[in-house]
């Protein structure tokens, strides 16, 4: 079965630093990728996904995502960032065929001082 | 604007009781899926569904249990509410295929005292 983790579990830091949080994914053949996001006390909702083409995927506000398939790797970027980022960030992955569903990360809180 | 739409925000239920959780999309979608989030947990998988009257297992389908009579409602069902159920509920919808990310609902706050 495959597995999603994201290694950092709370990262805090100030308005304008920069942004990078980790998911890495264990099956080995092809894959669909996706970041959701929770801002307190709103549903999940879409950031970005990849399924082919450019490995370098944008999506909504300014964030961006990396998928490296030699390192398994698919992290959340983001050159500066606001106190509205402040939310819970989910990884998720599925094999890309068929209806697969979707295996989700434990999850990266962020918090944003401002 | 697409809506999944969970009945309740917020439910209290007594040990032992049946709990019926709905969930409606408006968007012809194939595919119902029904997630617990936990702290530190994530989401894992209890249920999903492709199609009508269809129902797989997710990963932690114990203590659990589903019917999908109509296309746009699932409904997820605790056939005996135990405390360890205590937990954010969510539900989600996609069209068919691997490429589709899922529309969630605002989710349902279940305490099992």
Known sequence: AQSVSQHNHHVILSEAASLELGCNYSYGGTVNLFWYVQYPGQHLQLLLKYFSGDPLVKGIKGFEAEFIKSKFSFNLRKPSVQWSDTAEYFCAVNRGFGNEKLTFGTGTRLTIIP | ?113
């Open chain 2, 1 to 113: 604007d697409v809506k999944v739409t969970q009945s309740s925000r917020y439910l209290v239920k007594r040990t032992g009781e049946k709990v019926f959780l709905e969930c409606v999309q408006d968007m012809d979608h194939e595919n119902m899926f029904w997630y617990r989030q936990d702290p530190g947990l994530g989401l894992r998988l209890i249920y999903f569904s492709y199609d009508v009257k269809m129902k797989e297992k997710g990963d932690i389908p114990e203590g659990y249990s589903v019917s999908r009579e109509k296309k746009e409602r699932f409904s997820l069902i605790l056939e005996s509410a135990s405390t360890n159920q205590t937990s954010m509920y969510l539900c989600a919808s996609s069209a068919a295929g691997a490429n589709y990310g899922y529309t969630f609902g605002s989710g349902t706050r279940l305490t099992v005292v």
